[in-house]
Structure formats: structure tokens, C-alpha cells
């Protein structure tokens, strides 16, 4: 377990962290979430330690081992992926030969001593850690946790320098899982993983005894894990119990309550403001006014509730209608040396179609995309593009898309036809890239600046087709919702590879399985997918394996808020009995507006005496004379709290009042 105490951090004038507190305790999982650039993957290098905090407390208790893994890490190994996950387990295999000369000693020294003691508490410890870490069966331990995380088994032999980045990250997730650290801190663990790796690492961190702090935006995978969420907003840290679906409600129930106070606090000012500027340069109301002004003064603003920060903002250009075929592969096949990864696959994507490719890591979703996109020619087969069908590609790592020595504003404009490079800047401050940030190098970018920038490129094309392959990866939850529903309202056709079963979910119309190099089609989502798998392991494989729908079978999805803010914002006309009862309320809203400002007057007369009044009683009260005299000190004192509470119901109505007269006045137009 953790404990974290008023922790605070700071860039310059930028406040990353503002007295952070919270607690993490054994065995439980927490989460922490937020926009990007928010801090938190700063926070979780101040609990590993990596960076020290400005102020504030982290106890940690003595002895606790702390497994940290970064978002971004390289091994510089030349070993096998073999010999790189062994090393894990060098220092048991320390305290196994220290073990056995402990053996040794404990042969010769009195079993009563405390030279005995010693030497057995030290040869308990040693042994509890073997235990744990399970060093006798290493190997098998070693090859689970790596077939878990995807790797075959010819791949434990290669070195780990032949292995791409994404890949380099599950050895170091791998070596970090087989050294089973009390506490884990993960930082966007589950980025380089594919689905069924990703459900691997959740069933493994749900029988990890320890506690684990991570950092995710794989919504699915904190809704399965965690127990508590930790959201960073503008460096302040709230905390919510339960997972992710759970923590939404509950911020959104503090924001409505933040946005509630505000507001009565707001109208609170408002009306006592108005009093001030009603009567300011009224000699006769100068001390009611004074005393407004006072009340002004004392009151503690409360600040005003912000828009979610760091969310990226676009919508897709529209699509140009396709032939209804927009895409026909014909036996697709690829080998890569001795290994054939597909095999005679056949596809045909109909306009309007999202579809996602799943299947097992090394399956050839990737390849396949690639393929389809025209960047591996390569291959056995054939494929065409319909009629009017032009293609934009998102590739899974972005050294194919972006030049390391372009800045942002130039590799934007690299592709960028003339009529949308005058809107550069617009473009790439929708994507967070604002003032200076569009000088920024590529080289310097984090993923999801790249990601983003990647994104933005793609808007400047007319492409009726989107081939994206693994779009969401490093972009924080809220930039997933935007392309999520730039994606469903997208009128062209998606072809895309992901590993967030949300997401997934929320876009694809038809999924498509590949598997031992041949592909399978299932109508609808994926969790629709899943349901079809289940039952076709229950012997109906006929519903699971139904062809595509056409394209004019795609299933509309209804944005409910749009449909709502659309009828409200229809005119209607207005019928004969409509505009009779409209002019009655008019007539009878101008008649009460009347009466309301009279009212008003009256209600200001009375205030005025009823201050002068209590001013009267304060004065009679200071005069040392009635103080002396206790009768009269409490005759006065009774009579001021009679006429202050007088005065408060008559504030009171006042500003009631005046609310209804403003009302009154928008209805009337007067």
C-alpha cells in the first residue's frame, strides 16, 4: 500500500499537481485518468520515485517492492527474449545459493542464540521470496507469462533487438509481471497489446495479491480491474469509488453539484449587485447601499465550473458517394519466409460498411490492412477499388506517416492541398497544436501529439474510405469519444483494426475474424461478435458465420441529444387558439409586471426605514449608558433582532421579486 499527502507539483508557472492526496491499499486496484498533458504519468513517476515532488508526503511502507513500467521504454538488448526474462530471476537465484549457505551456519551456531535468530529470520525472508516468485519453475512461468502477452514460442529464441518498439514494451510489461513487485504501477500497459493479450493481462492483475496504480484510457479494461478512480483535472485531484462506469456518474454528480452552487451563488451576487447599482448615487439609500457592498466583499466566490480540457475537436469532411462495392480483395495470401500468415482470403467492403478485423495477435490483421492499402505489394491475389473510391491510410506506427525532422505546422502542410493550408492553424488548434505548439519538432512529439497530428493530416484529403489501423492508440479517453462519433457520422466506409472493445463497439457495423490466415464475417458490433462466437462454440455455427449486410442494412445509430436539440429548434406555426392563449398570457404578464414594480417600490421604502432603524438601535446600544443599564441593554437588544430578521425577510422578498420582474420583462419585451 501507498499513502500520498498534499503532494504538489509545478513547471515553471504551470501547477502540474495541487496538494494530491490519496490512498492506494493492499490488494486494491485504482486508475488514474484525465486528458492528455495533465499529469499523470507525472504522478506515477513521483510514487516510483523517478522525479521528486515540490511538497508533500508519499509513505510508503519499508521494504515494499515497487514494479514501475513507463509508457515508453527501450531494452538495448541483444539477448533472446529467453535469456532477457531470465534475468529477472538472477538475484533469487542469489538468494537460493545464499539460502543454501545459510543452511550451513545454522548447522553450527546454538539454536538458542541470537546469532541463530538473525540467521533464520534472513533465511525466512529468503525463502518467502523464492516462494513467491515461484523460482522452481521459472521456465514454465517465463513461457506462460509470454504466450499470455502474445509471443509464440520460436519468438522466446530471437533476440530482443530484432522486435519492434510496441513490442520491446511487452518484454519490459513481461519481465516486470514475472518479478510480481507488491505494488505495480502501469503506465498505459495494455497500448501495444491486442484484445486477447489485453484480457490476459487483466485475468493476471485480478489474482495479483499486491496493490496496482495505473494509468489507461482502455475503458473495458478499468471497468474489469479497478475499484477506485483517481481523475486529475486542471492539477487537482478528485476521488471516486468504484470503476470506470461508476466513476463517470459520480463526477458527473460533483460537477452538477460545483455547477448548482455556482449558479445559486451567481444569482445571489447578481441581485445584491443590482441593489448597489439601483441605488448608489441615492444619498438617502447610502447606507443600505454600503451595506451591500460589504456583504459583496465577504463573500467567498466560488470558481466557475470549466469545460472538459485537452479534447480534441473535429468532424470527418463529407464522404463523396462510392460505387456500392467500394473494396474487392480476391485471394489475398502473404508468406514471410517459411511462415504463411494469410491465405486466400476474399473481402468485399459495401459503401457505408464500418468493419473491424479481430483476431489473435499474429494473425495478419495489420498485414492485411497493409496489404489493402497498397503498401505491401508484395502479396499473392488481387484487389480493386470501386468507382469514385478514394482511401486515406491511419498506419499502426507513425515512422510510416510523419517525418522526424518536419515540424507540426510543415508536416501538416506537406500533404495539405492549397485551399485547407490557409486554414492550417484552425485545423491543428482543434487538435490541441495551438501557438508555438505548431513549431514544435516531430521528433520531440509524445504519442499522442502524434497521434493527433496523424489525425488531423487525414482531414485533408477526400477519402470515401478510411483504412486505421490501431487509431486510438495513446489518445486519452475524451479524444476517443470525439473520433468515436466522428466516426459514426462519418457517411464513407471504415476498414480499421483496434484493440479498444469500446470503442469497437460503439463504431463497427460487421466484424471480420481472421484466423489460421482465413477470415470469417459477423454482422453487427463486437460485442455482438462475441455473442456469435459463443454461439457457434455452442453448435450453431450457421447465425455466427452470416454474410455482410448490405450496405442499406447498415444499422442506423441515433445521437438522441442531437435528435432532441434538432425538434426543439424546428419552428412551428401557431394556430388560431395557440396565439389567442399566447396574447392572454401577455396581457396578464404586462398587468402582474405593473403590480410587481409597485410592489418593488414599496418593499425599497420599507428597507430604507428598516436600516435607518437598526442603525438607530446600534447607536442606542454602543452609548456606554444603556450598556450599564442591563433592562434596557435587553429591551434594545431584543428589538434590533426583531427589526434585523424584519429586514432579512424583506431582503429577501426583494430580491424574489426582482427575479420575477426580470422574467416578467423578457416575456413582455418591455
Not at 451563488?265 to 447599482?277: P, T, Y
Request: aromatic share 6%; net charge negative; with cysteine.
Amino acid at each position: 500500500m501507498f499513502d500520498v499527502q498534499d503532494v504538489s507539483l509545478s513547471y515553471g508557472e504551470r501547477v502540474i499537481l495541487q496538494n494530491a492526496s490519496f490512498k492506494v491499499e493492499d490488494g486494491e486496484r485504482a486508475a488514474i485518468i484525465g486528458p492528455n498533458g495533465t499529469g499523470k504519468s507525472t504522478l506515477l513517476k513521483i510514487i516510483a520515485g523517478t522525479i521528486r515532488q515540490e511538497s508533500g508526503q508519499i509513505s510508503i511502507p519499508k521494504n515494499t517492492q515497487i514494479g514501475y513500467l513507463p509508457q515508453d521504454i527501450e531494452l538495448n538488448s541483444s539477448r533472446t527474449v529467453l535469456e532477457e526474462c531470465r534475468t529477472v530471476f538472477e538475484v533469487l537465484l542469489r538468494y537460493e545459493q545464499e539460502m543454501r549457505e545459510l543452511e550451513g551456519k545454522m548447522a553450527e551456531v546454538d539454536p538458542e542464540s541470537a546469532e541463530f535468530d538473525t540467521i533464520a529470520d534472513r533465511y525466512e525472508f529468503l525463502l518467502h521470496e523464492t516462494q513467491r516468485r515461484d523460482l522452481y519453475s521459472m521456465d514454465s512461468t517465463i513461457g506462460r507469462v509470454l504466450d499470455g502477452l502474445g509471443f509464440k514460442v520460436e519468438d522466446q529464441e530471437r533476440p530482443c533487438d530484432e522486435f519492434s518498439g510496441g513490442w520491446q514494451m511487452r518484454i519490459a510489461l513481461a519481465k516486470l509481471l514475472l518479478q510480481n513487485p507488491e505494488t505495480l504501477l502501469l503506465d498505459e500497459p495494455t497500448n501495444h497489446l491486442d484484445i486477447e493479450s489485453i484480457e490476459w493481462l487483466a485475468s493476471w492483475i485480478k489474482t495479483h495479491e499486491g496493490s496496482v496504480l495505473m494509468v489507461s484510457h482502455e475503458r473495458a479494461f478499468m471497468d474489469t480491474l479497478v475499484t477506485k478512480v483517481l481523475e486529475i483535472d486542471r492539477a487537482n485531484l478528485f476521488v471516486y469509488r468504484g470503476n470506470y462506469s461508476e466513476s463517470l456518474i459520480k463526477r458527473a454528480e460533483r460537477r452538477e453539484h460545483h455547477r448548482r452552487t455556482f449558479e445559486n451563488q451567481q444569482r445571489e451576487i447578481q441581485h445584491v449587485q443590482k441593489f448597489v447599482d439601483r441605488f448608489r448615487y441615492q444619498a438617502s439609500k447610502a447606507a443600505l447601499v454600503q451595506s451591500r457592498i460589504k456583504q459583496l466583499e465577504k463573500i467567498e466566490r466560488i470558481e466557475a465550473p470549466l469545460d472538459d480540457q485537452g479534447t480534441i475537436h473535429f468532424k470527418f469532411p463529407p464522404a463523396s458517394r462510392s460505387a456500392k462495392e467500394v473494396l474487392i480483395a480476391t485471394g489475398i495470401g502473404k508468406v514471410y519466409g517459411d511462415k504463411r500468415v494469410l491465405r486466400g482470403i476474399d473481402l468485399t467492403v459495401f459503401r457505408g460498411e464500418k468493419i473491424a478485423l479481430v483476431g489473435v495477435n499474429g494473425a495478419g490483421k495489420t498485414t492485411l490492412m497493409r496489404i489493402l492499402a497498397g503498401r505491401d505489394g508484395n502479396h499473392e491475389g488481387s484487389f480493386s477499388y470501386g468507382a469514385s473510391v478514394e482511401h486515406a491510410y491511419f498506419a499502426q506506427y507513425d515512422k510510416e506517416d510523419l517525418h522526424p525532422n518536419n515540424t507540426v505546422l510543415g508536416e501538416f502542410l506537406s500533404t495539405a492541398p492549397l485551399s485547407v493550408s490557409e486554414k492550417a492553424r484552425g485545423i491543428l488548434g482543434a487538435f490541441l497544436f495551438s501557438g508555438d505548439d505548431v513549431q514544435k519538432s516531430i521528433s520531440v512529439l509524445s504519442g499522442g501529439e502524434r497521434t493527433r497530428l496523424r489525425l488531423a493530416k487525414m482531414l485533408c484529403g477526400n477519402a470515401n474510405l478510411l483504412m486505421l489501423d490501431e487509431p486510438t492508440n495513446h489518445l486519452d479517453i475524451g479524444s476517443r469519444l470525439t473520433l468515436e462519433e466522428a466516426l459514426r457520422q462519418y457517411e464513407g466506409s471504415v476498414l480499421l483494426v483496434s484493440h479498444d472493445r469500446y470503442f469497437l463497439d460503439n463504431v463497427v457495423t460487421r466484424v471480420v475474424e481472421i484466423s489460421d490466415g482465413s477470415v470469417a464475417s459477423y454482422p453487427g458490433n463486437y460485442s455482438e461478435y462475441l455473442s456469435l462466437k459463443e454461439l457457434q462454440g455452442a453448435g450453431d455455427p450457421g447465425t455466427a458465420t452470416a454474410g455482410p449486410r448490405p450496405a442499406g442494412e447498415t444499422p442506423h445509430r441515433i445521437d438522441a441529444d442531437a435528435l432532441a436539440d434538432q425538434i426543439r429548434s424546428t419552428p412551428r406555426r401557431e394556430t388560431p387558439e395557440q396565439r389567442r392563449a399566447r396574447q392572454e398570457r401577455e396581457k396578464k404578464a404586462k398587468n402582474r409586471l405593473r403590480k410587481a414594480e409597485s410592489e418593488m417600490k414599496e418593499l425599497e421604502d420599507a428597507l430604507f426605514e428598516l436600516e435607518e432603524l437598526v442603525g438607530t438601535l446600534e447607536n442606542e446600544l454602543a452609548d456606554p449608558a444603556v450598556a450599564a443599564d442591563y433592562e434596557k441593554s435587553q429591551t434594545l437588544t431584543e428589538k434590533l433582532t426583531k427589526v434585523t430578521g424584519k429586514k432579512g425577510e424583506v431582503e429577501t422578498k426583494w430580491l424574489e421579486l426582482e427575479e420575477e420582474i426580470t422574467a416578467l420583462r423578457e416575456e413582455t419585451g418591455g
